[in-house]
Each structure stands twice: as C-alpha cells, then as structure tokens.
C-alpha cells in the first residue's frame, strides 16, 4: 500500500479509530549502504483520534532491517521498533517547512513515504553487527572480529 484514505476510518461513537495497513517499502541507502526490510514490507499499525476536523495520527511498526554492518560490512539483521505522529487539520497535514513536501493532502496519507521517514528517524547513527564490532583492518582489509588480537602486520 502506498496511499490510504483517511476517510475511509470507521470512528463509529468513539472519536478514535484504528486498522492495520501492509506497507511496502523500497530498499534505501544509509551511509552508502544498501538496506532492506524483511519481506520489503511493514505491517503499520495506525490509529487515528480526530477532534472536530483534526486529526493525530499515531502510526508504529516493527520489523527486521537487512544490510551491512557499517564497520566490517559483514550482514546485519537489526530489529527496529518504529513509531511516530502526524497532525492533521482539515485533511491536510500541519507544522510543515516549506520546503518538505506533507504526508497527508486532501485526506490521503501517503503511508509509503510516511513509514519510511518514521523508519529512518529511528535509526542508530552507526549501524553495527554488535556494538563491540571491531571493523576492518586499514592495511590489509582483514575482519577484526575474526582474528582479534593476535592480527599484527611486520
């Protein structure tokens, strides 16, 4: 799913709704790394609670993020627990910058764009097999994490 109509929420007598939406997300690049999610795509949970004409939309997902270790670029399976808000008001979204382009316009929430931001907010700044990594060797390219201590160059 890329768009989802915000219309289309069920409030019923509650003033909040809520539904589960399969959303695809293409691979990206962080660090000049290549990274993807398990199966290419999250399942986001999104609740909406409206007052009058506005609406926050609450949206989380979890899943398991595939790359390289930024240190020794070994393969990562990094689980990542994502979530975040988007303020709504007469279905257009509110607080943004001129130059950023708004997740909701005429009621339609652009869910793919949406769940990527909120997947690359949550990000660590350094993505690591394990935090202990020990990277590369500078000289001759060799994992660290493999030949540890005894690794020397004559």
């Known amino acids: ?27 990206f690049v962080f660090g000049g790394e290549r990274y993807t999610v398990s ?31 930024a240190r020794c670029l070994q393969d990562v399976d990094l689980a990542i ?32 764009r949406w769940a990527r931001d909120l997947l690359a907010d949550a990000l660590p700044a350094r993505l690591l097999c394990r935090e202990e990594c020990r990277g590369l060797c500078p000289v001759c390219g060799a994992n660290l994490n493999e030949d540890g201590e005894a690794h020397v160059h004559v």
């Open 1 to 27: 799913m890329r768009r989802f109509d915000l219309r289309s929420l069920s409030f019923g007598r509650s003033d909040e709704a809520s539904c589960r939406l399969p959303v695809e997300l293409d691979p």
């Open 39 to 69: 199966g290419d795509r999250v399942d986001l949970s999104l609740t909406a609670s409206r007052v009058g004409t506005k609406l926050v939309l609450q949206g989380a997902f979890s899943t398991q993020l595939h790359g390289a270790c």
């Open 81 to 112: 627990d994502v979530s975040g808000a988007e303020y709504v008001a007469d279905g257009e979204s509110q607080g943004v910058e001129e130059a950023e382009e708004a997740y909701v316009r005429g009621y339609h929430l652009q869910v793919d």
